[in-house]
């Protein structure tokens, strides 16, 4: 522990020292970033969609868009612009740090050259080994930052759950998560390596990571976890203490709440902000203390500071902070504390049911659900059956497709799942029991391709019959029937199911379900501007279930309803302003 005790307290040493530095490199990042890299992206994402003619990106057009030569060329670029900055933003703490170190004076110009003579790598075959290593570290990271940043990039959930629906999809998937983890660690040094060493290839400095990974490894992590693990407690313990003067205001003085509130929030935002600045210049201390261990000597190098003037930087934090909390108490005062977000229950309440059945329904419409989600197929005899896959195998465990199927075979087999058992049912049987329970369904016609010409108008009828088409909704992954079901139904809630979407969508239908992953604020709002609603699949953690429903969306589709109406019942203009804040904070963590 002697050598991990003399980095901590080298890293604690070098980054006081050189404080200024690093709030002027931090500073020119984040500059750089939101000035360049990010209007940048939104620029050429736009120029592409204005070059191949469409107006967003879904599932049904994203590979004639993909193989465009302007966009294959726009990607490319962007790719070697992300992996730039990183390179530049890593490299430079990797260098600054590496020189603290060993008490060598820098000049920012000096390390800025150094990276230039390595940049010809991210034009050659040698990027290749970068993206290896960032979608490598990519896992990693989602276990050592728990956080927004890391989360947002993850597998979109509809693929990981079609995966985790089998046990030999779980099991692979587990071993493919322990192999990328495990490689991703053995190769973590691999960027310090390559930024210090001026004559080293990328490939090399895999090379040699894996070959240090050996020795150090579990001591590196152990340290990486420990400041990752200060730095929560450290955000737990502000937030508690900067939460109480709000706590006593809005009981005593509640007419001053609201301007609490927003100036708390821009207090921790900035906090926040420095914190997370002042963890990544901890890692590349540690990281290249661990990879070029110098040990401490009693005459250490101490940077000579000129007399440096202090107050510019107050005038910019103080003015930043004031904008924040303007900007915060704006959007408290705007904000919807009592959300009318439906909750929806997934292929009914699955929790202690087999989906998509008649038990599932009753649990789904007990547990207080505002609408019930199901999947529904045309069987070979041309009825409506309440089925999602379009083979037996994986509830069954028989083989069999359901589009081969009469509804009377279908319904004599038992479905299992989960240690539970049920039989198949027919459209009319669940809107029978729908009716008597007094809700509402969400019908999602799955289409195998195999459909009679009048499956629409055979679906309209059937819903006409049981005086349910002004109250059901119906939405498919076909664009084209369902702008048929309109015409034939105007009174027929109308929906596209998509599972990607990229840029402003343009519709013709009542609402659009759309993956977690891809939706955004300014989605939202272009959705509200034009009276389309969105309902949102499928979430099932306290995070996204939180922030969709602060967001005030039109539905969330979710096999957890219990646990979505209870968070949508906290979130109500009854709430105390430090609860807002607290729900706002808490889809960090």
């Known amino acids: 522990m002697h050598k991990e005790g003399q980095v901590m307290r080298q890293a604690v040493y070098n980054i006081y020292m050189y404080r200024i530095d690093y709030i002027q490199v931090f500073a020119l990042i984040k500059l750089f970033q939101f000035l360049l890299i990010v209007p940048m992206t939104a620029i050429v994402f736009k120029l592409m969609l204005r070059v191949t003619g469409y107006t967003h990106i879904t599932e049904q057009n994203i590979q004639s868009f993909m193989v465009h030569p302007f966009v294959i060329s726009m990607f490319i670029f962007l790719i070697v612009l992300i992996f730039l900055f990183i390179y530049y933003e890593m490299g430079f703490l990797f260098l600054m740090a590496f020189y603290q170190q060993r008490g060598i004076r820098y000049r920012y110009l000096h390390i800025w050259q150094q990276l230039n003579r390595k940049v010809l790598s991210f034009f050659s075959i040698q990027v290749i080994f970068l993206f290896i290593y960032i979608a490598l570290l990519l896992p990693l990271a989602s276990f050592i930052f728990p956080l927004t940043l890391t989360q947002a990039m993850t597998i979109p959930h509809f693929l990981t759950d079609e995966i985790m629906s089998s046990r030999s999809g779980r099991l692979l998937y587990a071993a493919m998560v322990i192999v990328l983890v495990i490689v991703g660690i053995r190769s973590i040094l691999a960027l310090p390596i390559f930024t210090i060493q001026p004559k080293i290839s990328l490939f090399r400095s895999f090379i040699h990571s894996w070959r240090f990974s050996k020795q150090d490894l579990l001591k590196l992590l152990g340290l990486l976890a420990i400041l990752v693990t200060v730095l929560l407690l450290v955000m737990l313990g502000i937030t508690l203490i900067s939460t109480l003067p709000l706590y006593m205001l809005e009981r005593l003085i509640p007419s001053t709440a ?207 019959a049981y005086k349910v088409l002004d109250t059901y909704y119906v939405q498919s992954s076909d664009p084209q029937m369902m702008s048929q079901l309109k015409k034939l139904a105007p009174n027929l809630r109308v929906g596209i199911v998509y599972a990607l979407n990229i840029g402003p969508m343009d519709e013709t239908v009542d609402f659009i379900s759309l993956e977690e992953a891809w939706v955004t604020d300014q989605l939202i709002s272009e959705m509200k501007q034009q009276k389309i609603k969105l309902f949102v699949w499928t979430l099932n953690k306290d995070q996204s279930l939180h922030d969709f429903i602060r967001k005030n969306v039109n539905g969330v589709i979710t096999d957890l309803p219990d646990m979505a109406l209870k968070i949508r019942k906290k979130q109500n203009e009854r709430d105390y302003f430090l609860q807002r804040i607290l729900n706002l904070l808490q889809f960090m963590f």
């Open 258 to 464: 609201l301007v609490t509130a927003g100036i708390t929030i821009a207090f921790l935002e900035m906090v926040f902000v420095v914190l997370f600045s002042i963890l990544q210049a901890m890692i590349s201390q540690v990281m290249v203390a661990f990879t070029y261990y110098t040990p401490l000597s009693k005459t250490r190098f101490t940077p000579k500071f000129r007399r440096r003037r202090y107050k510019p930087l107050l005038f910019i934090v103080l003015f930043v902070f004031i904008a924040l909390s303007v900007m915060n108490i704006i959007s408290l005062e705007k904000s919807v504390y009592a959300p009318d977000t439906k909750i929806i229950a997934h292929r009914g309440y699955t929790e202690g049911n087999v989906e998509n059945t008649i038990s599932g329904l009753v649990s789904a419409a007990s547990a207080g659900a505002d609408l019930i989600e199901i999947d529904i197929q045309q069987t070979v005899d041309g009825q409506f059956v309440v089925f999602h896959d379009r083979t037996l195998r994986r509830l069954t465990g028989k083989n069999g497709v359901i589009s081969n199927m009469t509804l009377g075979e279908l319904k004599t087999l038992t479905i299992h799942a989960n240690g539970f058992n049920d039989k198949i049912s027919s459209l009319d049987d669940f809107i029978e029991i729908a009716k008597a329970l007094n809700v509402s369904l969400l019908i999602e016609l799955k289409v195998h391709g195999k459909e009679t010409e009048d499956v629409l108008p055979k679906l309209v009828e059937k819903l006409k």
